[in-house]
Nanobody, 122 residues
Framework: QVPLVESGGGLVQAGGSLRLSCAASGRTFNAMGWFRQAPGKEREFVAAHSWPGGATYYANFVKGRFTISRDNAKNTVYLQMNSLKPEDMAVYYC?????????????????WGQGTQVTVSS
C-alpha cells in the first residue's frame, strides 16, 4: 500500500482560502486527484492533475476558485481553494493512480488518503 498523506484542512470563513497538500511516497503516479464527500452525500470529483503533460481537470463547481498543482520533486499535489463557500464543506480525499483515463471517476483510482476535513463557516 502506498501511503498518501494529506494535510491542510481546517476551519475557514466563507470567502476565505485553504491549501490542501497530498504527499505520495514510494512511486510516481500519472494521475493524482482530489475528491470530497459531505455528510449524506455521494463522493464527488473535485480536481485532478495528470502527468506527463501537466493537464488539469476540474469539476464545474470549483472552476475559477480552486487550483490543482503538482511538485514532482516532492511527489506532492496541492489544491489551492479560494473563495470558499459553505457548500464546499466536506471531507476532502486525495487519490492516485497509474493510468490517466477516466480521471474524474473515483472507482478508477488505486490509492486513497485518509481524508482531511474542510469546514466553511457562513
Amino acid at each position: 500500500q502506498v501511503p498518501l498523506v494529506e494535510s491542510g484542512g481546517g476551519l475557514v470563513q466563507a470567502g476565505g482560502s485553504l491549501r490542501l497538500s497530498c504527499a505520495a511516497s514510494g512511486r510516481t503516479f500519472n494521475a493524482m486527484g482530489w475528491f470530497r464527500q459531505a455528510p449524506g452525500k455521494e463522493r464527488e470529483f473535485v480536481a485532478a492533475h495528470s502527468w506527463p503533460g501537466g493537464a488539469t481537470y476540474y469539476a464545474n463547481f470549483v472552476k475559477g476558485r480552486f487550483t490543482i498543482s503538482r511538485d514532482n520533486a516532492k511527489n506532492t499535489v496541492y489544491l489551492q481553494m479560494n473563495s470558499l463557500k459553505p457548500e464546499d464543506m466536506a471531507v476532502y480525499y486525495c487519490a492516485a493512480k497509474r493510468r490517466v483515463g477516466a480521471i474524474q471517476v473515483g472507482e478508477t483510482y488505486d490509492y486513497w488518503g485518509q481524508g482531511t476535513q474542510v469546514t466553511v463557516s457562513s
